[in-house]
């Protein structure tokens, strides 16, 4: 199962949420609201005893994406991450594990709020397996992220 995780302040009825809702009809898309912590036993409500759970998270739902694959191995199968907020303070005390499923994170060369010198350092230390992609974008992935190739990073 997909499920799509929104950034701090987008919802289910963002551009991105709608465009992946388009590609997937079966894809989640909840809203979040509150703290890290408040969004983190959110999604964990909603995926609680689920398996082959492939996450897609954008901007601070990429950090959840993250935080949720680190805590529960053996559930998710992949993630996918636009512009994960991985250089926010609340990820500073997971930064010592590691993801071992195959991870795809997409990030702008222009992203002032995720920068790619902040952000790809973290990623090449804590993905076991990462697909990176650096784009003409800004942190909002508006211009690409319709053009991803959203088929082979979501295959099963």
Excluded at 8 to 14: A, F, I, R, T, V
Excluded at 59 to 77: H, N, Q, R, Y
Excluded at 80 to 100: D, G, T, W
Aim: hydrophobic share 45%.
């Amino acid at each position: 199962m997909k499920i799509f995780l929104h950034g701090l302040e987008s919802s289910s009825k963002g551009a991105k949420a709608a465009f992946l809702r388009d590609l997937y009809q079966d894809l989640l898309i909840p809203d979040f609201k509150g703290s890290l912590s408040e969004r983190m036993a959110s999604l964990e409500a909603i995926l609680a005893g689920r398996q082959n759970i492939t996450l897609i998270g954008s901007s601070f739902g990429g950090l959840m994406a993250t935080i949720f694959a680190m805590e529960k191995p053996g559930v998710v199968d992949r993630s996918v991450l636009l512009a994960p907020a991985l250089n926010f303070p609340e990820f500073s005390h997971y930064m010592q594990q590691r993801v071992e499923i195959p991870t795809w994170m997409i990030i702008g060369r222009d992203d002032t709020v995720t920068p790619v010198e902040k952000v790809v350092p973290l990623a090449r230390e804590i993905f076991a397996t990462l697909h990176f992609h650096e784009v003409d974008d800004d942190h909002m992935l508006a211009r690409t992220f319709r053009q991803l190739d959203w088929k082979t990073m979501l295959s099963a």
